[in-house]
C-alpha cells in the first residue's frame, strides 16, 4: 500500500522551500488556478471533504522533476 501525503497550498509551497524552490503565496496560487480551459499549472485539486485545494507530495516534487528535464533536454545537455 501506498503511503500519500496531501498538502495545502501553504504546505506545498513550503515543501518546495524545503528542496530550494522559494515561491511567494501568489505564486503558488496562480500555479493553482485553473486557466481559461480548466488546466491548472500544477496538478492541485480540490478535497472532496474539506473543499481545499490539496496536492500529493511526490506528485508535487515529479512535476519539478519533469521540468528539470525537460530544460535538460531542450539544452541538449548530458548529465
Known sequence: ???YTYLTLDEARDALAEIGVELN???IRRAAEKDPFGRRKLPFFVDPVDGRL???????????QAAQKEAVQACKLEI
Open 25 to 27: 503565496d501568489r505564486q
Open 54 to 64: 490539496k496536492i500529493e507530495k511526490a506528485t508535487l516534487f515529479r512535476s519539478w
Open 1 to 3: 500500500m501506498h503511503d
